[in-house]
C-alpha cells in the first residue's frame, strides 16, 4: 500500500478529483454483472488523454504499482476486477469518437466510447459498427476480450473488426499497430495478439474498428419450435447452406418464461430462435424462403418477421434483457452465465447435454445463445447463500467445458478467461501453448504489473 | 559449418535420402519467384511427419542451427530465402489432406498442401478454399505470410480463414493453438501471431483452415474503361456501396498487353477489371444491375460477364500468368513485384500516382490489383544487368511505400516483409513497436534459430 501512497502523491498534481482514494468513491467501482465476487480498488484513477496514461504506467511501473484496467464493468469473468495494492484505471471518460471515415467504412474511437453511443454518433452516416454483445460494453472493454454478440454470425466478431491500436505498454511507450488497409502482411500480428490479452499486456487507448452499411432491408421476428432439437438442427442447416442471417438466437422454453415476465412479451414457452435478416429487399426475400425451408422440416411454425423498427427493437431489448429477466426468475438471486462455442455440428449435442444436466442437477437455468457460431450461454440462478446450488453449477459448468474441449471447441466464445476460467485454459491449449503464453506476456510485461491474476493463475 | 555436419551425422539414421547435402540435390531448392538473388541451401532436409519435425527442431536447438521453412518456393520477398550455416526444412511433402469436416465447413492439412491440390480434393463435398493469391502455393506457407489474393474482398484472407494450427517451437515442443470452433476468446491469439510470422517463431505442422460453399451462380468476365481513374473510382464506389464482390481485379493497359501476348486474350488495352461476382442466380443477378450503374457513371464499356466455366478458367489462367506475362516483355528479363494495401479511398492516389512515377522513371512496369482490397501490385519488368533499371525501381518502390504510409495503408498487403522490406517495416510501424516483435521473438526463439534475417534486420 504504501507504494500506492507515493503513486498517489505523484500523480495528485496531473490526475486532481480523478485520482479516487476515497472509500465513498472507490465504491462506485466495485460494480460487476458476474457471478464473481466484486472487491474494491485500492484507488481509481480516471485518465483523460492518451499523455494521462504515459503518465501514469511509466509512475507506476516505476513504483511497482500493478494496474487493472476498466471500462463500463459489464465483462463476466472477473476479466477487470479489483487487485489488491493496484491502481484501477476507469478509461470510460475517454469516450470521444475521435474520426469517422466513411469513405474507407472505419472509424477511431478512444476505448471508452460504448458500442451504442458509436451507433449513434454514426446514425447520419449510413454506416454501423456491428458487434452487439447485449449489454452496452465500451469499445476497449470489448476488444480486450475478444468480445463478439448477436450479429458475429454475418459480421464477425472483434477479432474481425478491428483494424489497428494505438497501446501504452506497461512502462508507459506508446505504440501503434495495424493499419487502416483491409489487410498487411507486415510483421507480427500485435493488433490480434492485445486484442483478447484483457489488459495484460499493456492499455487500449485508441482503435481503428471496421463500419458497415446499414442494411437497405431488415427483417426479424421470433420462430417457435416443437422441440429444441428441431431448433438446433434448424441453425445448424442453414449455417451449412451458407444462408447469410445477420443474427441468429436461440432461447429455450425457461429463457423464454423468463423474458415473458421481464419484458412484457407473450411469446408461447417454446424453443424460439430469434432471427433477423440483412440485404436487398430481394436478398431478405431469398434468405426468408431459405430459412423457412429448413426450419419447416424440423418443427418450426410459421417463420412471421417483420420489417417494423419498433418491432424489432422491441425484440432485441427483450433478448438484451435476458440477464436481467433471468436474474428476477429468483428474489435475490444472482446470474451466472457460462460461455461454450462449439463446432457447428456438435451444437445439438452440446445443447442437449446441457439441458439434462441442469435438470439432473436440479438447477434452474434458461439456456441461450449465439447459436450461428456455436456459441451459447447457460444462465444459473442461484441465491449467494445456496452453496449446495453453487456447488452443483460449478460441476455443471465444468461438464459442459470438458464436452466442449472433446469435440474440438472452446470454454469461452467471448467473454475471455478472466480468473474464472484460468484452469479450463490449461485444460484447452495444453500446459505447453499457456507456457507459451506466459513467455510472451513475461516479454512484454516483465515485472507482471498488468491486471495480474487474470487469464493465469498465479504462481 | 561443421554444426551442421554433425546435425546431419545425428539425424542421418531417421532422415536418410531426405538429408540431401549434395550440391545437385540442394540447388533444386535454389528456385525463387521473386527478385532477389536466389541462395543456395547448405542442406535440405524433407521431414514427412511431425515426429520427424520434432526431432530435427531439437536436434537443431541443441546443434545450435538455424531453420528455414521452406514451401514450394513462391513466395516473393525472399522469404524462405537459404541462410548460411543453416538447414532449409522442406514441407512440401508433408502433403496430406488429413480431415474434410463439411459440416462444420473446416479441414484440417499438413502445411504442404497446395491451394489447387485442395480443392481438388474439396471437388466432392460442394465446398472449396477461397484463399487464391495466384501461385499454387502451399497452405504453410499462405499463412506463414498471411497471403490473399483475389478472392479476398468477399472470404477474407489467410487471417479470416485459419481456426488453428499446430506448431513446433523452436526446441522442439509440439503446440496446439486455436479450436474448431468458429470463434474463441480463451487466452492470447497465438493462432494469429504464428501466422504472418514468416517461419521466424516455429514450424507449423497443421492447419484447420475454414471452407465455403461452392457458389450456386458464378458470373465473372473482363470490363473495359476509358481512363484508369475510372476504373479505379468503380472499384472504390462498389465497395463503399457494400456490393458484395467475390473477386475485382484491376489491370491496367500494360498489364493486358502483356496478358493478351503471353495468354493468348485479345482484349482492347484500356483499364480493364476482370470481376466475379457469386451468389445465388437472383443475387448475382442483382449485384450485376448495381455494378453496372456504378461503372456506367465512370466511363465503363458494358459489362460482359459470363456462367461459362470454361470461359471464366480462361480469364483467370490469365490473370494468374500475369507475372510471368509480365517478364516475357523484355527478352532475359526478371520481374519484381511491389505490393501495397491502402485504405479503399487512397486507390485512386496510390495507383494514378504509381504509374506516373513508373512512366517519369522511363520503366517499363504493368500495374495489377487485388483493387477491391486497396492492394496493388507493379511488376517491374528489368533485366539482371540493368543496373540503372533497378536504382530506378527501388526508387519508386520507396515512392509508393512512401504514399502507402501517408496515408494509413501499409507496405505489404500480401507479400510479407521477408528481406525486402525490413526497413519499410519500421518505417511503418515504428521503433517501438518493432522492438516489442522483436521482444515477442526472442522469447519464442532466445537462440534466434527460426529463419534468422527475415522480417528483422539483423543487429
Known amino acids: 500500500m504504501s507504494a500506492l501512497l507515493g503513486l498517489g502523491d505523484m500523480l495528485a498534481g496531473r490526475f486532481g478529483e480523478r485520482w479516487i482514494a476515497h472509500e465513498a468513491g472507490r465504491a462506485q467501482f466495485m460494480a460487476a454483472e458476474g457471478h464473481h465476487a466484486a472487491g ?33 464493468g459489464t465483462s463476466l469473468e472477473g476479466n477487470a476486477g479489483a487487485v489488491a495494492g493496484a491502481v484501477s484505471v476507469d478509461l470510460s471518460g475517454m469516450n470521444r469518437v475521435l474520426e469517422v471515415a466513411p469513405e474507407d467504412l472505419l472509424c ?12 449513434e454518433e454514426l446514425r447520419a452516416t449510413g454506416l454501423f459498427f456491428p458487434i452487439d454483445p447485449g449489454a452496452n460494453a465500451t469499445l476497449g472493454g470489448m476488444i480486450s476480450t475478444r468480445a463478439s454478440g448477436t450479429n458475429a454470425v454475418r459480421y464477425g466478431t472483434m477479432r474481425e473488426n478491428v483494424l489497428g491500436l494505438r497501446v501504452v505498454l506497461p512502462d508507459g511507450t506508446l505504440i501503434r499497430t495495424g493499419s487502416r488497409a483491409r489487410k498487411s502482411a ?6 490480434h495478439l492485445f486484442a483478447g490479452s484483457e489488459g495484460t499486456l499493456g492499455l487500449i487507448v485508441e482503435a481503428s474498428v471496421r463500419l458497415h452499411g446499414i442494411p437497405e432491408a431488415v427483417l426479424a421476428g421470433s420462430w417457435g ?4 432439437d428441431g431448433a438446433v438442427q434448424t441453425v445448424i442447416e442453414t449455417i451449412q447452406s451458407g444462408v ?12 423464454i418464461r423468463a423474458c415473458n415476465a421481464y419484458a412484457g412479451l407473450t411469446l408461447a414457452e417454446q424453443p424460439t430462435l430469434f432471427v433477423e435478416l440483412h440485404g436487398s429487399p430481394r436478398g431478405v426475400a431469398e434468405q426468408r424462403e431459405m430459412l423457412s425451408a429448413i426450419g419447416a422440416e424440423h418443427g418450426g411454425g410459421a417463420l412471421t418477421i417483420s420489417a417494423d423498427r419498433d418491432e424489432q427493437r422491441r425484440l432485441w431489448r427483450a433478448r438484451h434483457a435476458a440477464l436481467p429477466a433471468a436474474r428476477a426468475m429468483v428474489t435475490d438471486a444472482v446470474t451466472w452465465s457460462t460461455d461454450i462455442c462449439v463446432p457447428i455440428s456438435k451444437l445439438a449435442g452440446a445443447i442437449s447435454g446441457a439441458r439434462a444436466a441442469i435438470d439432473a442437477a436440479g438447477l434452474l437455468a434458461p439456456i441461450l445463445g449465439h447459436v450461428g457460431d456455436g456459441n451459447y450461454h447457460v444462465f444459473f440462478v442461484l441465491r449467494r447463500d445456496d452453496a449446495a446450488g453453487w456447488a452443483k453449477a460449478r460441476a455443471v459448468n465444468e461438464e459442459l467445458i470438458d464436452y466442449a474441449l472433446s469435440v474440438g471447441g472452446t470454454c469461452t466464445g467471448e467473454h475471455g478467461i478472466g480468473i474464472g476460467k484460468r484452469g ?15 513467455r510472451i506476456k513475461a516479454a512484454i510485461d516483465p515485472a507482471g504489473l498488468m491486471n495480474p491474476g487474470k487469464i493465469f493463475a498465479e504462481e
Chains 1, 2 share one sequence.
Open 225 to 228: 419450435f416443437d422441440s429444441l
Open 186 to 191: 507486415a510483421g507480427y500480428d500485435l493488433t
Open 108 to 119: 477511431v474511437v478512444e476505448p471508452g466510447v460504448t458500442r451504442e453511443a458509436l451507433n
Open 40 to 72: 474494491m480498488p485500492d484507488v481509481v484513477a480516471q485518465p483523460r488523454t492518451i499523455e494521462d496514461v504515459q503518465m501514469l504506467m511509466a509512475a507506476a511501473h516505476a513504483a511497482g504499482v500493478p494496474v487493472v484496467p476498466l471500462g463500463v
Open 244 to 255: 447469410p442471417v445477420a443474427r441468429m438466437e436461440l432461447l429455450d422454453p425457461v429463457a
Open 424 to 438: 479450463a485454459l490449461v485444460r484447452e491449449h495444453g500446459a505447453d501453448a499457456v507456457a507459451l503464453m506466459r
